[in-house]
């Protein structure tokens, strides 16, 4: 398995613009997860589901923020519209069945907004 | 509410000796103690984690941990560190109550002296 993608590895983007940040998750992997790193504030949750549907979406900022999964392959961060202050390396996870289960971390997207 | 603290920011040891990484919990019950490694520009991997039974978990890499209870500790070790290990460590906790969400701490970087 090629383990968890993330598409784009880098993004680099003006202040106001939309900012759109993918992830595939390992196949078979009903749970999927959202982080958000800075140096400020470590390693923050921001939404995961579980079977596509958003179970807790309590980490995310604000309403510039929205996340979706439309199918068990495929999900979505967006930011619109973007700030400086969302500059940060934003990951993606996925485990099988429970959070028992390991999270496998995809490889970041790092976002900067100028 | 469920915390992390890793007071160490950051640890330099020789190549061949030992380590020990601290981390420190607050949670009610009994809580799920994961350990995380990430190298540079890339995203997390599990080293190892702590859910029940005994209290010395081994992990991957050559890692250990110990659940101390009475400290609320789990501490992370390895006997003799590989210029390979150096990297960013992360401690994190969780519960069944919680569900899928996980508490990171905010990370130890870890160099090694050659």
């Known amino acids: 398995d090629a383990g968890v993608i993330q598409s784009p590895r880098h993004e680099v983007t003006e202040m106001g613009q939309e900012v759109t940040l993918r992830c595939k998750p390992i196949s078979g992997h009903d749970y999927l997860f959202w982080y958000r790193q800075t140096m400020m504030r470590g390693l923050e949750l921001l939404i995961y589901?579980?079977?596509?549907?958003?179970?807790?979406d309590s980490g995310m900022p604000e309403d510039r923020f929205s996340a979706k999964m439309p199918n068990a392959s495929f999900s979505t961060l967006k930011i619109q519209p973007s700030e400086p202050r969302d500059s940060a390396v934003y990951f993606c996870a996925s485990s099988f069945r429970d959070f028992g289960e390991t999270q496998y971390f995809g490889p970041g997207t790092r976002l900067l907004v100028l | 509410a469920q915390s992390v603290t890793q007071p160490d920011i950051h640890i330099t040891v020789s190549e061949g000796a030992s380590l020990e990484l601290r981390c420190n919990y607050s949670y009610g019950a009994t809580p799920y103690l994961f350990w995380y490694v990430q190298s540079p520009g890339q995203g997390l991997q599990l080293l190892l984690k702590y859910f029940s039974g005994d209290t010395l978990v081994q992990g991957i890499k050559g890692f250990e941990a110990e659940f101390k209870r009475s400290q609320s500790s789990f501490n992370l070790r390895k006997p003799s560190v590989h210029w390979s290990d150096a990297a960013e460590y992360f401690c994190a906790v969780g519960s069944f109550s919680s569900a899928s969400k996980i508490i990171f701490g905010s990370g130890t970087r870890l160099s090694i002296r050659p």
């Open positions: 589901f579980n079977n596509n549907v958003p179970i807790d």
